[in-house]
């Protein structure tokens, strides 16, 4: 990224909203506007107001929690969502339907429907597409969760749905997550991860190489949350990524998830971390971005906590705009209607920048200047 942007990044503190603490039902995007009529102030969307060198990109809703949700496939049902998602982002993430128990639910057998729409919906409108995820401990099927192979089988079914995966939409992912969540908290490899668990560490190099061949112009990312602050997890990743470096594996980035809670401090600290593997020569991301919050009585979020959320998210995309080679900037979806936080946190909810209807918070316009000032 241009060098530029460091300076331009801080140009965009006066655009949150100044509002009071009473609660309030909505934020009705034909009354709320940016509060900062700075650089770029004409922009209407997101996509519109970001950097030349930096995707902004969105979770698209389907799969995984949805399935067991009233509504139908949000991606496939709802017109007016699928109108948001093209106006508004040049790059989307399958939220669930690249993951192994969706895109692979028997031995045999792979499932791309859902993930083939989405990629030829990108293409149709413009944008990049996120690949997420190829080795992660969790929403793998039953199948491989619970069968019994021998040491050599299991690394062959890891490498064949690699090769199938990644090989199907050769030349059309932008970026592969390609390990995901592979430390615990102490920096030590997750033993729930069953291929680190049988075959040792020496996997993820391999599933980076085999990505790398099965599609040499995609991306490859390491990616985590609880990363937003310097610790044990961090030092891993730093650790392996010089490694991996080291051995020649077609590794190209780092990225930060971000899934944060207003519980906890804004991720002041997020720069620093960046910056160590952009110092490596990788590229870095913003790849699951929201900020859940605590609901009051009734499950309105007060004036007050929208305008602390909204700084939430300005913190996290300053951050990324700060850092040479931050190129993807990603919010885990855009709207609370299929919000993936209040079915995993029930206490907490609102994590995203728009509401039910679409309309638009104040993170949302934060945002938006933000990007525009920076642009």
């Not at 991860?193 to 390491?222: K, M, S, T, Y």
């Not at 730093?238 to 590794?251: G, I, S, W």
């Not at 919050?293 to 004036?303: E, H, S």
């Not at 040479?324 to 609370?336: A, K």
Request: with cysteine.
């Amino acid at each position: 990224m241009k060098a530029t942007r460091v300076a331009v990044a801080v140009l965009a503190a006066s655009s949150l909203l100044t509002v009071g603490a009473q609660p309030v039902r909505a934020v009705p995007a034909a009354t709320t506007a940016p509060a900062a009529a700075g650089h770029g102030s004409h922009v209407k969307t997101l996509r519109q107001a970001a950097p030349r060198d930096l995707k902004i990109g969105t979770a698209v809703a389907g799969g995984g929690h949805h399935l067991e949700q009233a509504y139908p496939d949000p991606f496939t049902y709802d017109r007016p969502y699928r109108k948001v998602l093209a106006r508004e982002f040049n790059s989307a993430s399958p939220e669930n339907q690249m993951k192994w128990e969706f895109i692979h639910p028997e031995r045999h057998r792979y499932n791309f429907g859902p993930a083939d729409a989405i990629v030829r919906f990108a293409r149709q409108h413009g944008q990049v597409v996120r690949g997420h995820t190829l080795l992660w401990h969790s929403q793998n099927p039953e199948w491989l969760a619970e069968g019994t192979f021998t040491k050599a089988e299991l690394r062959s079914i890891l490498k064949q749905h690699i090769f199938t995966v990644v090989g199907r939409y050769r030349g059309q992912i932008h970026q592969w997550d390609v390990a995901n969540e592979i430390f615990n908290e102490n920096g030590e490899y997750r033993q729930e991860n069953i291929f680190i668990r049988e075959l040792g560490p020496g996997i993820v190099a391999d599933a980076f190489r085999w990505a790398h061949q099965a599609d040499p112009r995609a991306q490859l990312f390491l990616n985590d949350y609880g990363v937003e602050w310097p610790g044990a997890k961090v030092d891993a990743y730093e650790a392996l990524a010089e490694q991996l470096l080291a051995d020649r594996v077609p590794v190209h980035g780092f990225a930060s998830q971000a899934h944060l809670s207003m519980r906890y401090g804004a991720p002041d600290q997020l720069r620093e971390v960046l910056q160590r593997f952009d110092d490596l020569g990788l590229h870095t991301a913003i790849t699951e971005l929201d900020v859940r919050m605590d609901l009051p009585a009734g499950g309105v979020p007060t004036a007050e906590q929208l305008a602390t959320q909204a700084q939430y998210y300005k913190t996290v995309l300053d951050a990324c705009l700060a850092v040479d080679d931050c190129n993807s900037f990603t919010i885990w979806g855009f709207t609370d209607k299929y919000s993936w936080v209040p079915v995993f946190f029930p206490a907490e909810g609102a994590a995203t920048v728009m509401d039910d209807d679409f309309r638009r918070k104040p993170a949302y316009f934060t945002l938006r200047q933000t990007l525009a000032d920076a642009r």
